[in-house]
Each structure stands twice: as structure tokens, then as C-alpha cells.
């Protein structure tokens, strides 16, 4: 979701507080504004003026708003958060992408069967590529979706797509659900998921050992709330969860906003599980069922790894009634040990802008991320130290990027401009050659 936060973090050099290892995200930054100087080096100026990239890297451009479908219809607008899937062959995959439009845009359009609500404007759209990213076929995979931003993978293979609203303006049903999406085409079918509840969902992440799902909120009056959802079930597979469950919203004693701590390292114990009295929303928002609970300003982001739930608060205002100012935040909840620790902290002023959708790169353990603002937007990458460096540039416009995701096998890393007009692109490059300032 664009939000602008250039004029708050524009200044001098980085300053990023880190504690522990989160899969070596931004570790330090002195220097940071130099920031192409770390990684794969400076970027290079695209003749055609789309992507810049560090040399020895190119793309390709995979799928661009208003294109013709092989099946019929076009391309819709406003990519957002994707995902990468093996194919049925050893040698191709399947990217599955969002589309956050909820009333006007390039819309998708989809059968019936796949159509949740003939109103909305969003959903996703299937890419079916070889090991070469040569597109093979792409349609439109879930149609009648409102806001598709986010989402997040599943341990069975499937892709959980969020709508980041709650509104009911202008469509035929109810929208705010999470909705399920099989890569292959065969099981999906256009129902939501409604015991994860109704809400502005923007990611998912789910725990594999027990199938509990996190989730973020990234909402306003009041800021949203982090929850997760207890399968009836542990089983999982394909709908799983309409099974039911119970949906909870956390409470950490003490503190009633997240950007009241500013110190990474910090580790929150006692954190509390409290049940949403409405998952449904049907009269109240499920954030605005609770007096004394946590909240966030702008909840994007979360992945699992090192059996955490990683998630981001992309940035904080005291002006917008948060309780500090921040430029990111990156928690991780240990549900072993039912801690919260703020891995690492973005102070005001740099060069980059805050996590919002990211992917655990294979190389080096470390990130990249997409940003989300005014003015230029980046790729941001972490080398082997755990310094940030611009990976790509966009040079079209001032369009946020999004859906940062690797294929299987590390070869390709696959990432969506959102607009002007919304395109995927495959990216490739000497991968393994990461280093140390240069």
C-alpha cells in the first residue's frame, strides 16, 4: 500500500539497530548512503530507462497491465505481493500474484466458478513459466477480491491472498476475508476464508510445525493489531482452516503501541492471546473490539524462519497518533518461549525506505525488500555482513515495487512495479558473487 514517507526519513545516513541474527537483515549502516557500493556494486543505468541493475544482472519483462491473455480478457492492474510455486515438470514454475484494485483499475475478470464478487476489480492472476522465465501461459486465477495486497505461503503449496479492506461500497458481498489459491489451477474456488477473520489483512505466515497462522493488520483509527489463528485441525491441505479455529489478537502487558519500544534487542515476555469476541466484524472492526490490547502503525510484511514469525511495522508518526517515531520495525514472536523481541529498529533518516513486502534471499541469508513511498523506489538488498545496497532501481517512475519472491531454485528473483503501468519482471544475475563493500 503507497504511503508516503520521504519526507520523514529523508536526511542523512542510516541508522539501524539490530540485535541477535534475523536471517542477517541490515545489520549496520555507516556509510549507508553509499549504499550501491555493497553487494552486486553500483547500478547501472537502463538504456530503456525500466530497471536498473548492478552489471552482470538483466530482466526480463514477464507480464505488463492490459496485455492480452492467452485465454481471453487482459492483464489486470496494480500487482502487489507474489509468490513462486514448482510446476508440475522439474522444469517450470508457477507465480501466483495480486491485484489490489477493489473499485476501479484494469479488473480482473475470471469464470464464474472463480469469481467471489462480480463488483470487485481485484484478484490474482497465474503465471506459468519455464526454467528460462519464458512465459508458457498466465490467466486469471481468483477474480472478485477487493485490495489484494499481501499474503503469504503455505506449508502445503497453496498461496493465502489478503484483501486489505473492509468495505462493503459498491460490491455485492462482504469483503476483508483471506482467500486461498491453488498454483495448479485444480481445487482453488472463490470462497473466503472466514475463521481468519474479517479485517484489513495484509500478510500471512504460518507456523509449519502446528499450522498456526500469524497475521498482520495494516489499519488506522484505531492502528491495527497482529493475530494468530489456532486451527480446529493441524492438518493441513488445501482449506484447512474453514475447519475453524479460534482467531486472537495479542496483548503484550505494558505496552499499548509497538513504536513505544525503540531499543532492538529489547524481548517482551508474558505476551497474552486474547480471542476476537467477532471474527466476522459484523458490526464492529475486530481492532475496535478491545480496550487494552497491542497496536501498530502500519503492520506489513511477515514470513516464518528459525521457528519465529517474523513481521514488520513499516514505519511510525507521533503526528498520526502513534507513540514514536520510527522508519521500521522487524519483530519476531517466539511461540516456544511466548517472547516478542524487536530484532531490529530503522531510525528516522536514510536513504532507503522501511520493509513492506520482503523474501528471504538464498544467498547469504540475508533479505531483499521492496520499497514503498514517494520519489525513487528500490530494491533493497543485505550482503553477507549484513549491509543494505540498492539491488534495483525503478527508472520508469515513481512506482512502489512489490511481490519480491526467488523461484525454487534460487536461479531467478521475480519482482512486480505497481504501477505506470503494473509489470512482473524476472531478474538474473552472478547471485553467488555477493560480498563486502567494493
Known amino acids: 500500500m503507497s504511503v508516503s514517507r520521504r519526507g520523514f526519513v529523508a536526511g542523512g545516513a542510516v541508522s539501524i539497530a539490530l540485535a541477535g541474527s534475523l536471517d542477517s537483515v541490515f545489520v549496520t549502516a555507516a556509510g549507508a548512503a553509499e549504499g550501491e557500493a555493497y553487494g552486486y556494486g553500483p547500478l547501472v543505468p537502463d538504456p530503456a530507462g525500466v530497471l536498473d541493475l548492478p552489471r552482470g544482472f538483466s530482466?526480463?519483462?514477464?507480464?505488463?497491465?492490459?496485455?492480452?491473455?492467452?485465454?481471453?480478457?487482459?492483464?489486470?492492474?496494480?500487482?502487489?505481493?507474489?509468490?513462486?510455486?514448482?510446476?508440475?515438470?522439474?522444469?517450470?514454475?508457477?507465480?501466483?500474484?495480486?491485484?489490489?484494485?477493489?473499485?476501479?483499475?484494469?479488473?480482473?475478470?475470471?469464470?464464474?466458478?472463480?469469481?467471489?464478487?462480480p463488483e470487485a476489480f481485484g484478484g490474482t492472476t497465474t503465471i506459468h513459466v519455464d526454467r528460462e522465465a519464458r512465459?508458457?501461459?498466465?490467466?486469471?486465477?481468483?477474480?472478485?477480491?477487493?485490495?489484494?495486497?499481501?499474503?503469504?505461503?503455505?506449508p502445503w503449496g497453496t498461496w493465502l491472498t489478503c484483501e486489505e479492506t473492509e468495505g462493503f461500497d459498491a460490491q455485492t458481498k462482504s469483503h476483508g476475508w483471506v482467500f486461498e489459491v491453488d498454483p495448479t489451477g485444480r481445487r482453488t474456488v472463490a470462497e473466503p476464508i472466514e475463521p481468519l477473520g474479517r479485517f484489513e489483512h495484509e500478510a500471512v505466515c504460518i507456523d509449519p510445525r502446528d499450522n498456526v497462522v500469524y497475521l498482520t493488520e495494516d489499519a488506522e483509527e484505531p492502528f491495527g493489531l497482529f493475530y494468530r489463528f489456532l486451527p480446529r485441525s493441524h492438518r493441513g491441505g488445501y482449506h484447512c482452516y474453514q475447519a475453524g479455529g479460534a482467531l486472537q489478537a495479542m496483548r503484550v502487558p505494558g505496552v499499548s503501541d509497538l513504536a513505544q519500544v525503540m531499543e532492538a534487542g529489547t524481548v517482551l515476555r508474558g505476551v497474552q492471546w486474547l480471542d476476537v469476541p467477532d471474527p466476522s466484524a459484523a458490526k464492529t472492526s475486530t481492532r475496535a473490539q478491545f480496550d487494552d490490547v497491542t497496536r501498530s502503525s502500519k503492520l506489513e510484511g511477515a514470513w516464518w524462519s528459525r521457528h519465529k514469525a517474523y513481521f514488520v511495522a513499516s514505519y511510525a508518526l507521533r503526528e498520526e497518533g502513534a507513540a514514536?517515531?520510527?522508519?521500521?520495525?522487524?519483530?519476531?514472536?517466539?511461540?516456544?518461549?511466548?517472547?516478542?523481541?524487536?530484532?531490529?529498529?530503522?531510525?528516522?533518516?536514510?536513504?532507503?525506505?522501511?520493509?513492506?513486502?520482503?523474501t528471504v534471499s538464498p544467498y547469504g541469508g540475508g533479505v531483499i525488500l521492496a520499497e514503498d513511498g514517494d520519489g525513487e523506489q528500490f530494491l533493497v538488498g543485505t550482503d553477507r555482513r549484513g549491509e543494505p545496497f540498492a539491488l534495483a532501481r525503478n527508472a520508469l517512475n515513481d512506482s512502489e515495487f512489490a511481490g519480491v519472491?526467488?523461484?525454487?531454485?534460487?536461479?531467478?528473483?521475480?519482482?512486480?512495479?505497481q504501477e505506470g503501468p503494473g509489470t512482473t519482471f524476472a531478474i538474473r544475475g552472478p547471485w553467488q558473487r555477493i560480498g563486502g563493500r567494493r
Open 324 to 358: 514514536g517515531d520510527h522508519a521500521g520495525q522487524v519483530w519476531a514472536y517466539d511461540p516456544r518461549r511466548n517472547t516478542l523481541e524487536l530484532e531490529l529498529v530503522f531510525k528516522p533518516g536514510g536513504r532507503f525506505e522501511s520493509p513492506d513486502n520482503i
Open 135 to 154: 512465459v508458457l501461459d498466465q490467466y486469471v486465477s481468483l477474480a472478485g477480491t477487493a485490495d489484494n495486497c499481501a499474503g503469504g505461503v503455505t
Open 59 to 117: 530482466y526480463e519483462v514477464l507480464s505488463t497491465e492490459g496485455e492480452a491473455l492467452p485465454g481471453g480478457g487482459v492483464v489486470p492492474g496494480a500487482h502487489d505481493g507474489m509468490a513462486a510455486f514448482p510446476g508440475r515438470r522439474h522444469d517450470d514454475l508457477r507465480l501466483v500474484r495480486n491485484h489490489e484494485q477493489e473499485e476501479d483499475g484494469t479488473k480482473a475478470v475470471a469464470r464464474p466458478e472463480l469469481t467471489y464478487d
Open 405 to 417: 519472491t526467488f523461484s525454487p531454485d534460487g536461479r531467478t528473483l521475480f519482482a512486480n512495479r
